[in-house]
């Protein structure tokens, strides 16, 4: 069997219904429970009256809407910056902003565990790149010191929240570290919207620090039950890539449907906080069910919660083994992970039922210890 690729024919809630099975999910990004919300299908309904299908055109030409500037407008003050800009694809929005930030002659410093589109989009900068060992800020703040002197700017890259372990970027040792030598930071908030935070604004709010980071970047995929993506920051610097990203100029601008379901998403997120402490009743009910069984959820502080499993074989054991127990979810193997560290990445959203998360733990208790995990 083949742990990927697998069709849904329906989604509710925590379940979902695969080959004509019901089955309880868990790995998704759905984090407020919000894809199935009606207000959502309606808003996207009455945009698709108003604008069409597809806005068949780049923004730079034909392709703005007002619904674009609304969007954005909105998410700049939530966000408490001076200025977004929206983006076709998350993954569109991180190489639009770290390859026109940053150049031949800037020096850029990663996290190993940054997502893909942050490796591809610092290649994609061909700027001289330092990569640092996981939240390690110490090595971080060795390279720059080794870098003082040199020229060229320095920018800092990092995830809010790392997508495969669940844990959240040391955000107070960045902005020391970024403030000591005179670099600029990106953080990339995709798991963390709606999530962190008293009011679901990121890793910024969740640290009191919203005003130290230069430049926050997202998507609508995950909490905004949407798709596309977006960055936050200063005027000046949210102008310069509208003029300068090549993956935002050329790119056709994104539909008013998303752009509808994202905004209303939005409302909700600010007046609706009762899904975000649900989400985070059903993390505990999760991460604690995990470790008292006796799995390694690797120190996750989040929605995410990583299962280690070891090597790849018995992870993908792993999997069939869930699979057969009417569990839906993926195994995380290399290069997505370290050599002989995968995982089954599960995640919970605010639409989880206490029971669904009770079957869930019952299914990996029984193929854990059947496989000698636990």
Not at 95 to 105: N, P, Q
Not at 299 to 327: H, N, Q, R, Y
Request: with cysteine; charged share 20%.
């Amino acid at each position: 069997m083949h742990p990927f690729f697998k069709p849904i024919a329906s989604q509710d809630g925590g379940s979902v219904t695969v080959n004509g099975r019901e089955m309880v999910i868990t790995g998704s990004n759905d984090y407020l429970g919000l894809t199935q919300d009606p207000r959502l299908k309606e808003a996207a309904r009455r945009s698709l009256d108003a604008f069409g299908t597809s806005c068949t055109g780049s923004r730079f030409l034909t392709g703005t809407l007002t619904l674009h500037e609304e969007l954005e407008n909105r998410l700049a003050s939530f966000l408490n910056k001076e200025s977004s800009l929206t983006f076709s694809a998350g993954f569109l929005g991180c190489l639009a902003v770290v390859s026109a930030l940053a150049g031949r002659h800037d020096i850029l410093y990663y996290d190993r565990e940054n997502h893909a589109s942050l490796y591809d989009a610092s290649r994609l900068s061909y700027a001289n790149l330092r990569k640092y060992e996981h939240n390690d800020m110490e090595e971080l703040d060795k390279l720059l010191a080794a870098d003082v002197g040199k020229p060229g700017g320095r920018i800092i890259v990092s995830d809010g929240v790392f997508s495969m372990s669940g844990h959240i970027a040391k955000l107070p040792e960045l902005v020391e570290i970024k403030k000591r030598y005179g670099a600029r930071l990106i953080l990339d908030d995709a798991h963390a919207s709606g999530v962190l935070g008293e009011g679901g604004r990121g890793t910024g709010e969740h640290f009191g620090l919203e005003d130290e980071v230069d430049v926050i970047v997202g998507t609508f995929s995950k909490s905004f039950a949407s798709v596309g993506g977006f960055m936050a920051g200063d005027r000046a610097v949210v102008n310069y890539v509208k003029h300068h990203a090549r993956p935002f100029i050329f790119t056709a601008a994104l539909p008013a449907m998303q752009m509808a379901a994202a905004l209303e998403a939005l409302r909700i997120m600010e007046s609706e906080p009762q899904h975000r402490v649900q989400l985070w009743r059903n993390v505990e009910q999760l991460r604690n069910g995990m470790n008292s069984l006796g799995f390694d959820t690797l120190g996750s502080e989040t929605p995410i919660v990583p299962v280690l499993v070891g090597p790849d074989e018995l992870a993908m054991a792993f999997w069939k083994g869930l699979w057969e127990e009417g569990v839906f979810t993926t195994p995380a193997l290399p290069p997505g992970v370290p050599h002989g560290q995968s995982i089954i990445r599960t995640s919970v959203n605010a639409n989880h039922t206490s029971e669904q998360l009770d079957r869930l733990l019952a299914a990996f208790s029984v193929v854990g210890r059947r496989l000698g995990v636990i």
